[in-house]
């Protein structure tokens, strides 16, 4: 299944010129079958090909010449626990990672919000990189949402596939910055919770042709 492997690739690249990622940092996911193909642990995104993929069991065993990211749990539980999920993104994206380090959950002070499932984008507990503690603050974070942030790290999205998983990072990247600068100005007015309900509402056939 190069096919698969090589649109993984195709993501992973897109990151760096989306402004999501420097470097190898962040990592990124699909599912297969019964387990997924995870991007490996510090290879650069644009030497990588097909084979250099592993290919992860929910076990957490791999088959491969490469070793997988170091941030493989929080993508084989995101797996595991919701079926729907069908790609996961990490990055370590400038405005995501600063709010991340305020450790804020970002509240609704534009609509957009609701496109990640709730009325709030929350922020993660602190926990090592790589971590199962980092995977459970993770998990916790993300119930009922498609993204969270990771306390002092990055963010976190779960798509249905690769290309819903970059939207989804590209969409909380641009947000976490819209916030940034609206708190330079002073404190944001947020929705209401009425209001954020009812945007939620509509957000269940949003973008469904």
């Given amino acids: 299944?190069?096919?698969?492997?090589?649109?993984?690739?195709?993501?992973?690249?897109?990151?760096?010129?989306?402004?999501?990622?420097?470097?190898?940092?962040?990592?990124?996911?699909v599912r297969h079958g019964n387990g997924f193909y995870?991007?490996?642990?510090?290879?650069?995104?644009?030497?990588?090909?097909?084979?250099?993929?592993?290919?992860?069991?929910?076990?957490?065993?791999?088959v491969g010449a490469r070793k997988p990211s170091s941030e493989w749990r929080f993508h084989r539980d995101l797996y595991a626990a919701?079926?729907?999920v069908g790609a996961v993104l990490h990055a370590h994206s400038p405005f995501a990672v600063s709010l991340a380090c305020l450790r804020r959950d970002i509240p609704p002070f534009h609509y957009m919000i609701a496109r990640f499932g709730g009325d709030t984008v929350r922020c993660a507990d602190y926990a090592l990189f790589?971590?199962?503690?980092?995977?459970?603050?993770?998990?916790?974070?993300?119930?009922?949402?498609?993204?969270?942030?990771?306390?002092?790290?990055g963010?976190?999205?779960?798509?249905?596939?690769?290309?819903?998983?970059?939207?989804?990072?590209i969409e909380l990247e641009e947000l976490c910055e819209q916030y940034w600068r609206a708190c330079q100005l002073g404190a944001p007015v947020l929705l209401s919770?009425?209001?954020?309900?009812?945007?939620?509402?509509?957000?269940?056939?949003?973008?469904?042709?």
């Fill in 130 to 153: 790589g971590s199962q503690a980092l995977s459970d603050a993770a998990l916790l974070a993300m119930r009922d949402r498609k993204a969270c942030l990771l306390a002092n790290h």
């Fill in 38 to 62: 995870i991007t490996p642990t510090g290879m650069p995104y644009d030497r990588l090909v097909a084979d250099d993929i592993p290919l992860m069991a929910l076990d957490g065993s791999h």
């Fill in 193 to 209: 919770d009425d209001e954020m309900t009812e945007v939620i509402a509509k957000f269940a056939g949003y973008g469904q042709q």
């Fill in 1 to 29: 299944m190069a096919d698969v492997r090589d649109a993984l690739i195709a993501t992973a690249r897109a990151l760096q010129p989306a402004g999501l990622n420097k470097g190898t940092s962040g990592n990124v996911s």
């Fill in 155 to 169: 963010l976190l999205v779960a798509g249905r596939d690769l290309d819903e998983a970059l939207a989804l990072a």
């Fill in 82 to 84: 919701r079926p729907e």
